[in-house]
């Protein structure tokens, strides 16, 4: 076993650090080290720091740096997001999808728990949201509609111009205060395909950093002008009262070096990684029983969803973990539990399917040798538990 | 201990706002960054180095604060875990118990998230303080009461560094409100004052990385008790479903490392630091003009000093035209000359408040280091006097 390879092919689940991130966040480290908020000379060395990233990171999603507030990651950018509802008057009624991730479902959850009506769009056996339906969803007091961009697990995208623009026509004949607005959980799409919030009527988003390279515990909320959330943390009133607590610019710094990185080979990356995945995708199918997940439906670049009849994921996993591929049986994010994908489940793939798919997700750091790799162990692997 | 940072953090005297990062322990948690930074709760290879990290840091910070390990939530920061407290007590509603008792000299993070909850229908009261820093015994005893749901008091003043009398409160509640939540603000204190938490019937403790030397972004909230919280962070369930989000390694080791070696060396420096604060207090005092706060209740770590006449930035910008840095109150509130809360409850008028400036301490600062900053302080004062 001393040649077990080291095939990380989870960068849904979390990225590694770009080395260009890694060397901001030891500089910043080092020079934007005091309190942003401290009025004196390395305080201001701080302020600096972070209003740099700020900008370049407004910069590359083209918005207005005012509306961009730090977070400590995408968890907290949702619980902020949605979770201002709780505080309207009732009633209040709020649409997601079927297929969010837990930060938005468990808000969801707990809304429903405070008495706010929450209403699920449902997916086609694709993956995709059901844009045509969402009219018939709406009520008077639907207050916000929230749909992720796209998928973690199966790297669907949905049709967010499309239900922006519905929206947007549907508002036109809605007094001000009755506006529906638009949020969406960009979390997985960040870094794997261009965000155009703008354009697809976007009013409110969620980013976080590790996702995209760059490094755990720091996260944006972008929210347009009007959009009227209520801070979730509150004390010292930083980020202009947005959230509290002493900003950590360093990370915030690494996070827009990781933001550059991504947008300065998101050409070269998208199409290296469609081309990867797909012949990874090829080279499995010589297997028996093998399926895809939602390969009908625009995907990111760098995700596949995926199995093999009869081979159930968590042991096809354990052993690939063995043989030195990481891959993952759906969400990291719920906490090391093995749980049933809500997403699989939300498209109606059949359970024979459901329990045996497993999610390879490829990034920065993937070569081509590591899929041919994985390809070859990934088959082996499962031609041996199908036994 | 000079640069690389560019800064001599012997002249460096703006510790409660923020202290630098240890080199040593961002050598040793640089690993969590890098080669492992992989997702804790991934259920691969690449989750268990970090998983492991967490846990061994959770160990680590429960045993400095004298609590079970499965009592540590990890947070962004402390302003996180002041909201997590008493946002999470008060979400649980107890009609008969819907009190809660703070005192005048809290940080931002614990006043305005009170401020929060009262308008959400919480009965917020404020204890006074006494012309020596500290909460007013004799107020807090005929406000003890049933009805009491929480009593949030901080350790260590943040401005004044007066220590507050914790065992005292403690008593008192055991006796007359026993069902009282005693949450205590410790990020002043924690690593830095050895205090029996557990012992004095604290209940929740807030704590943060940043002030002892560890990374921004990291923090924790302290259950000594089974207390029952609603999360305020809800999504893939980490840290027991209390906060949820992707834990930062990093950060949280770092916390860890930073703590341990923080609360070693201040011990072996006792004498040391009493001494230098001392040598302050005597040598500001050779000033007729100015008035430096004094206490019984005061630790060896800040110095509050006024001068009446002199707004607090003109001071600030004074000393660091000499090198000295130093602040104007609490950073996390600056930008705004509003005479500080805290300052105007142990007495000052607010013409003092506005011209008084913190020195805060850490291991950095030495007696050998002090000829140098009084040189310093002398020329400041100079130009000062003229004004």
């Not at chain 1, 949905?158 to 947007?168: E, H, K, T, V, W």
């Not at chain 2, 003043?157 to 220590?163: A, F, I, K, P, Y």
């Amino acid at each position: 076993m001393a040649d077990t390879p080291c095939i990380y092919l989870d960068y849904n689940a979390t990225a590694p650090l770009w080395p260009e991130a890694a060397h901001t966040l030891s500089r910043a480290a080092a020079e934007a080290w005091a309190n942003p908020s401290s009025t004196h000379r390395p305080g201001q060395q701080a302020r600096a720091a972070l209003e740099e990233a700020r900008g370049a990171l407004a910069r590359w999603l083209s918005i207005e740096r005012a509306q961009l507030t730090f977070t400590s990651g995408g968890s907290e950018g949702n619980n902020t997001l949605l979770g201002w509802l709780a505080w309207e008057p009732r009633p209040v009624h709020l649409v997601i999808s079927a297929v969010e991730h837990p930060s938005v479902l468990r808000v969801a959850e707990w809304l429903e728990s405070r008495g706010v009506e929450v209403s699920r769009l449902p997916v086609n056996p694709q993956g995709q949201v059901m844009a045509d339906r969402l009219e018939e969803l709406l009520r008077p007091h639907t207050r916000l509609v929230s749909v992720m961009t796209a998928n973690s697990e199966t790297g669907v995208i949905q049709p967010l111009g499309a239900l922006g623009a519905l929206l947007a026509r549907l508002n036109q004949d809605r007094p001000p205060q009755q506006r529906v607005w638009f949020h969406t959980d960009a979390v997985q799409a960040a870094g794997r395909i261009p965000l155009d919030w703008k354009g697809w009527g976007v009013d409110a988003a969620t980013l976080t950093a590790h996702k995209m390279g760059g490094p755990k515990g720091i996260g944006l909320l972008w929210a347009a002008r009007e959009y009227p959330f209520h801070p979730l943390v509150r004390g010292g009133g930083q980020e202009r009262g947005r959230r509290s607590g002493t900003e950590p610019a360093y990370l915030a710094a690494a996070f827009a070096t990781a933001a550059e990185q991504t947008a300065r080979h998101q050409t070269e990356f998208t199409q290296r990684w469609r081309e990867w995945r797909d012949a990874l995708a090829r080279e499995l199918a010589q297997e028996p029983g093998f399926f895809l997940v939602g390969e009908l439906s625009e995907r990111l670049p760098n995700t596949l969803n995926g199995g093999f009849e009869g081979v159930p994921s968590d042991l096809l996993a354990i052993r690939l973990d063995l043989a030195g591929v990481a891959v993952s049986t759906g969400s990291a994010c719920q906490s090391g539990a093995a749980h049933a994908s809500h997403v699989l489940e939300a498209m109606g793939l059949p359970e024979a399917r459901r329990e045996a798919a497993i999610r390879i997700s490829l990034g920065h750091g993937t070569t081509w040798e590591h899929c041919q790799q994985a390809a070859e162990i990934i088959r082996r692997e499962a031609a041996f538990l199908r036994g | 201990m000079n640069p690389p940072h560019g800064m001599d953090f012997r002249l460096y005297l703006d510790n409660a706002a923020t202290t630098p990062l240890l080199p040593e322990v961002l050598a040793e948690s640089r690993r969590w960054l890098e080669t492992d930074g992989g997702n804790p709760s991934s259920l691969h290879a690449y989750g268990a180095p970090p998983r492991e990290a967490l846990g061994e840091a959770r160990r680590e910070i429960a045993r400095l604060a004298g609590a079970p390990p499965q009592g540590v939530v990890f947070t962004s920061g402390g302003t996180e875990s002041v909201n997590l407290a008493l946002r999470g007590v008060f979400a649980l509603p107890r009609p008969k118990a819907n009190r809660l008792l703070i005192s005048a000299l809290e940080h931002p993070a614990v006043a305005q998230t009170a401020a929060a909850l009262a308008r959400q229908g919480v009965q917020v009261e404020t204890l006074p303080a006494t012309p020596e820093g500290v909460v007013d015994l004799e107020a807090l005893a005929p406000r003890l009461g049933p009805d009491l749901r929480m009593v949030s008091v901080m350790a260590v003043n943040n401005e004044l560094g007066t220590r507050q009398p914790l065992e005292a409160i403690g008593r008192m509640l055991r006796n007359a409100a026993p069902k009282a939540v005693f949450h205590v603000d410790a990020v002043q204190a924690f690593a830095k004052v050895d205090i029996p938490w557990r012992e004095a019937g604290v209940g929740l403790l807030s704590v943060s990385a940043h002030k002892v030397h560890g990374a921004k972004g990291a923090g924790a909230l302290i259950r000594f008790q089974p207390i029952e919280l609603e999360p305020q962070l809800t999504g893939g369930g980490q840290e027991g479903g209390l906060r949820s989000g992707t834990e930062n390694p990093f950060a949280i080791a770092a916390f860890a490392a930073a703590a341990r070696r923080t609360q070693a060396v201040l011990a072996a420096q006792a004498d040391e630091r009493a001494q230098y604060h001392q040598r302050w207090l005597d040598f500001l005092e050779g000033f007729p003009r100015l008035q430096v706060f004094r206490s019984g209740a005061a630790l060896p770590y800040i110095v509050s000093v006024s001068l009446p006449g002199v707004p607090a930035e003109v001071i600030l910008h004074h000393l660091e035209q000499q090198g000295l840095i130093v602040s104007t109150g609490s950073a996390c509130s600056s930008a705004k000359p509003q005479p500080s809360p805290a300052l105007l409850a142990a007495g000052f008028t607010p013409q003092r408040a506005l011209s008084t400036v913190r020195l805060s301490f850490s291991l950095h600062n030495r007696l050998a280091d002090l000829d140098d900053c009084f040189q310093r302080w002398k020329l400041a004062m100079e130009k000062l006097v003229k004004l």
